[in-house]
T-cell receptor, first 116, second 113 residues
Framework: NAGVMQNPRHLVRRRGQEARLRCSPM?????VYWYRQLPEEGLKFMVY????????ESGMPKERFSAEFPKEGPSILRIQQVVRGDSAAYFC??????????????FGEGSRLTVL | DAKTTQPTSMDCAEGRAANLPCNHS???????VYWYRQIHSQGPQYIIH???NNETNEMASLIITEDRKSSTLILPHATLRDTAVYYC??????????????FGKGTLLTVNP
C-alpha cells in the first residue's frame, strides 16, 4: 500500500543553508500539493503542481521558496537560505486528478524541518 | 472561505460515541463541509464530507443542520487510536481552488481507556 512518500522525515539545517524536501505521490496520481504547518498553528496551502507545471503557487513565500515536479522523479520543495522561521512540518498531498472530484487529498507523513 | 469554530479539546471514553461539533455560520451554498484528522506526528487523514444531507462511511457519520450553519462529526465507538486533532473545513467541491485546504486549530479529541 504505497501511499504518499516524503523524505527526509526530519531535516536539520543551520541558518543560510538550503533545504530540499522530496515527495513521491501515490501511484497513478499526477497532482501534488505542498502545505506547511507551523508549530502550534493550522495547515496552510503553499503550492499545487502537475507534472512539469506549477498550477497555483499563491501560498508560497515570494522569496527563497521554489517547487518543481519534473517529468521523472519526485516533487521537490526547495528552501534557500533558511531562517529560523522556516522551521515547520511540510506536508505533501496528492490526488488522481485536478478539481478534486472526490474531495479527498492523500497526505504523506510530512518532513519536519528544524533550522538552528 | 467560511470561518469555522470548534472546541479546543474534548474527552471521550473508549467504546463510547464521540460527537465533535463545528460551527460554520458563514458557509456559502456551494461549499461542502470536510472533516480531516491528524494523529500526532502524522499527516492529515480525510474522514468524510457532505453538502446538506447526512453522510456515513466506515470511519464516521456527519450530521449537518438544516440551515447548514453547523455540523457534528460522530465516531460511533471511539478507540484509543482515534485520539487526534479533528479539523472541520468548508470547501467548494468542484473547480476553482478547492485544493486550498486551510485548517484552523481544530479539536483535540482524547479517548481515555
Amino acid at each position: 500500500n504505497a501511499g504518499v512518500m516524503q523524505n527526509p522525515r526530519h531535516l536539520v539545517r543551520r541558518r543560510g543553508q538550503e533545504a530540499r524536501l522530496r515527495c513521491s505521490p501515490m501511484k497513478g496520481h499526477s497532482h501534488v500539493y505542498w502545505y506547511r504547518q507551523l508549530p502550534e498553528e493550522g495547515l496552510k496551502f503553499m503550492v499545487y503542481l502537475q507534472k512539469e507545471n506549477i498550477i497555483d503557487e499563491s501560498g508560497m513565500p515570494k522569496e527563497r521558496f521554489s517547487a518543481e515536479f519534473p517529468k521523472e522523479g519526485p516533487s521537490i520543495l526547495r528552501i534557500q537560505q533558511v531562517v529560523r522561521g522556516d522551521s515547520a512540518a511540510y506536508f505533501c498531498a496528492s490526488s488522481p486528478n485536478g478539481g478534486l472530484a472526490t474531495g479527498e487529498l492523500f497526505f504523506g507523513e510530512g518532513s519536519r524541518l528544524t533550522v538552528l | 472561505d467560511a470561518k469555522t469554530t470548534q472546541p479546543t479539546s474534548m474527552d471521550c471514553a473508549e467504546g463510547r460515541a464521540a460527537n465533535l461539533p463545528c460551527n460554520h455560520s458563514t458557509i456559502s451554498g456551494n461549499e461542502y463541509v470536510y472533516w480531516y484528522r491528524q494523529i500526532h506526528s502524522q499527516g492529515p487523514q480525510y474522514i468524510i464530507h457532505g453538502l446538506k444531507n447526512n453522510e456515513t462511511n466506515e470511519m464516521a457519520s456527519l450530521i449537518i443542520t438544516e440551515d447548514r450553519k453547523s455540523s457534528t462529526l460522530i465516531l460511533p465507538h471511539a478507540t484509543l487510536r482515534d485520539t487526534a486533532v479533528y479539523y472541520c473545513t468548508p470547501r467548494q467541491n468542484s473547480g476553482g481552488s478547492n485544493y486550498k485546504l486551510t485548517f484552523g486549530k481544530g479539536t483535540l479529541l482524547t479517548v481515555n481507556p
